[in-house]
């Protein structure tokens, strides 16, 4: 099968290795070109110069794009494509979702919403969730492309929106967890209590999983990047506005948000968002405490 990847950035790059690790034929576009020739180049792809051109060779295009914005106009520059089917890896609210499907439809296109539960890492060994929302025929078309990239694909509802609410539902439980946790490491050490005798404790608690998972990125010094601080703000601001679409509040969520927005204020936008509990450190000291 032949598919075009639109959008290089730690997913759509983690994705690309793994669909020609297992077999698929690609062809790569993104915005910053030189992105896209580097990868092509060291994995012996094809590069295409616009959205057009990627997508006129294929039977998909997948994205992996950083959010509303970019994939309306990441849409807007498909031509029209009989039988093309483009499945949406990116978090985006619901309301962007289904005005770009119904964008698409319009010039011939099939469009699926997956988004992806999972960093670069798991995608790139095959083993994120992916949530699945769109016309049966159409997710047939890319079933095989979904089960070389996830361990579990879910199928949430032939209805675009519910996969994208559901991975926005998702993310604002991890994102304000972990920024919760940051909160609470820093009120630990502020009274002189060693961070690591903290995950100990959580350690025989209920949030075993996640003190195991998470001691290490958020009080390394240096964490790799795996998501990007900016984008965890984006999509607390999405959950708080897909919330807003159903007359809901999300209150955590807000708090949340601006905590992270501030930390993007202060240069942690483009660092991983495990960061969160650096800026937090740093805030104290700004404060001169
Ligand atoms: N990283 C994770 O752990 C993770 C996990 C699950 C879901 N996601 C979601 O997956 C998506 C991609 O995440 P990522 O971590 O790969 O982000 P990333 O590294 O920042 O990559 C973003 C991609 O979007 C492109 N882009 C941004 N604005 C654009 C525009 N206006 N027009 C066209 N292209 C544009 C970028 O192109 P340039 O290279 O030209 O800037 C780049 O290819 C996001 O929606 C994110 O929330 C991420």
């Known amino acids: 099968m032949r598919v075009a990847i639109l959008g290089l950035g730690l997913m759509g790059s983690a994705a690309t290795r793994r669909l020609v690790e297992s077999g698929f034929n690609v ?9 896209a020739e580097a990868l092509a180049k060291d994995l012996g792809v094809e590069v295409a110069k616009s959205v057009a051109e990627a997508v006129g060779k294929v039977d998909a295009a997948l994205a992996f794009l950083a959010d509303d914005e970019a994939l309306m106009t990441v849409a807007s520059m498909i031509p029209r494509a009989d039988g093309l089917v483009f499945s949406n890896f990116s978090t985006v609210t619901p309301r962007a979702s289904v005005q770009v499907s119904e964008f698409l439809k319009a010039r011939g296109v099939c469009y699926v919403e997956t988004p992806v539960v999972g960093g670069p890492q798991v995608l790139r060994e095959g083993k994120a969730v992916i949530l699945v929302s769109g016309p049966i025929h ?4 890319v079933r095989g492309v979904l089960n070389a ?3 579990e694909v879910f199928d949430v509802s032939e209805d675009i929106g519910k996969a994208a609410a ?7 439980l991890l994102i304000t ?3 919760s946790l940051a909160e609470s490491m820093v009120l630990a050490e502020s009274y002189g209590v060693n961070v690591k005798m903290f995950f100990d404790i959580l350690s025989k608690t209920m949030f075993k999983d996640i003190a195991e998972r998470y001691y290490n990125r958020l009080a390394a010094e240096d964490a790799p990047l795996g998501f990007k601080l900016a984008l965890a703000a984006k999509d607390l601001d999405y959950a708080r506005r897909a919330a807003g679409d159903k007359g809901l509040t999300l209150f955590i969520a807000s708090n949340a948000e601006q905590l992270y927005r501030i930390a993007c204020t202060m240069g942690y936008g483009d660092k991983d968002y495990s960061r969160i509990y650096m800026f937090l450190k740093k805030a104290r000291s700004y404060a001169g405490i």
């Open 149 to 151: 990239l996830a361990s």
């Open 177 to 179: 967890t972990v920024a």
């Open 27 to 35: 062809i790569l576009w993104n915005r910053s070109l030189e992105k």
């Open 138 to 141: 159409c997710v047939r078309s």
């Open 166 to 172: 559901l991975k926005l539902a998702y993310n604002n």
